[in-house]
């Protein structure tokens, strides 16, 4: 698996399956470097009058699964939304067609709670006009994106697109007027949502999917003007290492575009990348902020693009600062039951 989702993941804690890790830009260049595809099965959108049938709701490893299967069948379905970009396959590339008209699965807007606007409240007031976003998907992100309405001239350049666009867009906030590529369209490789979000999408020429080999691509990210990057974690250590795929030895998810995107911000200039997370889990019986990471957990991204780390108490900046800048701008920010303990355990392993 190259992703554990929540059906797979017992099946991975016992050993019917396996992980794969990955970062997501890396995908397409793993497949055509493997052996052999010998067969690729996808749903796709209506064809055109040229023949032409688009890939719908997702592109990400897509045609580099093309270049190398021996066949290709197709599942055609008339709910499948048709959009635009580098995701389009021919007729003549398929080797099998089949119809049906399933509804597709939706992925309902998320509840924002307080917490959630708390937090999204301070990343919108760190993010300037004519910026270009990458939003992933989930409370927080669709907060962010609440506050972010009165904004101008914004962009997108993302790997996941979802119904928080709609209001990015008919408020006027997101144009892509600023963006140095792509300008004035939004960029991403896959889409989660309603079927709200699938109708607004449909041969709608301002969104367009990319290979996740370019979206997330760090010196094409890098591009972008004032690139920001907003994604989650499960877990953050007093040196600013970031486990977001696994809890201890336990995969709880995946490595997914999080540090292709907080490297390409790095690169970018005027970037800005935020690591967000609630203070505390489990009912606030425990730290998410730790003095180091569980034993067993899996670095996602590395200390040193690590930007900012937001919860609801504050925002810690990182990056450029000692150890025990960041040590002490990360015991602020924690849940203040936790922080005395932090504090001892920055004494004891010699950060502070």
């Not at 979802?162 to 963006?179: M, T």
């Not at 309603?194 to 999408?201: A, E, G, L, M, P």
Request: negative net charge; aromatic residues 6%.
């Amino acid at each position: 698996m190259l992703f554990c989702h929540r059906p797979v993941r017992e099946l991975v804690k016992q050993g019917y399956a396996t992980y794969v890790p990955s970062n997501f830009g890396d995908i397409p260049e793993k497949i055509k470097h493997s052996d052999r595809v010998d067969l690729l099965v996808m749903t796709v959108s209506p064809m055109d009058e040229h023949g032409y049938l688009t890939f719908g709701l997702g592109c990400d490893y897509t045609p580099a699964a093309i270049e190398k299967a021996r066949h290709i069948i197709v599942e055609v379905n008339p709910n499948m939304p048709r959009t635009n970009g580098y995701n389009t396959i021919h007729i003549s590339q398929v080797d099998l067609l089949v119809e049906c008209d399933e509804p597709m699965v939706e992925l309902p807007m998320p509840k924002i709670t307080e917490m959630d606007e708390t937090i999204g409240a301070y990343i919108a007031d760190l993010i300037e006009d004519g910026s270009t976003l990458q939003v992933g998907i989930g409370g927080i992100p669709a907060a962010v994106c609440k506050f972010l309405e009165h904004k101008k001239d914004l962009g997108i350049h993302t790997e996941l697109v979802s119904d928080y666009v709609i209001g990015l867009l008919k408020s006027g906030a997101v144009n892509g007027s600023k963006k140095t590529i792509h300008k004035g369209k939004i960029v991403a490789t896959i889409v989660e949502g309603t079927r709200k979000f699938f109708d607004y999408i449909d041969n709608n020429p301002v969104i367009e999917l990319h290979p996740v080999n370019y979206t997330n691509d760090p010196h094409v990210i890098a591009k972008n003007h004032k690139m920001v990057s907003i994604n989650g974690t499960i877990e953050v250590d007093l040196f600013g290492q970031c486990a977001s795929e696994s809890i201890g030895t336990v995969i709880w998810g995946g490595s997914g575009g999080q540090a292709d995107f907080a490297t390409g911000v790095t690169m970018c200039p005027e970037g800005k990348g935020f690591i967000v997370q609630r203070s505390t889990a489990k009912g606030g019986q425990v730290s998410k902020i730790v003095p180091v990471l569980t034993p067993g957990a899996s670095v996602t991204t590395h200390k040193n693009y690590v930007d900012h780390v937001v919860t609801e108490y504050g925002v810690a900046k990182l990056r450029g600062k000692s150890m025990r800048e960041r040590a002490l701008a990360l015991i602020n920010i924690a849940h203040p039951d936790f922080r005395d303990e932090l504090r001892h355990a920055a004494k004891t392993i010699k950060i502070i």
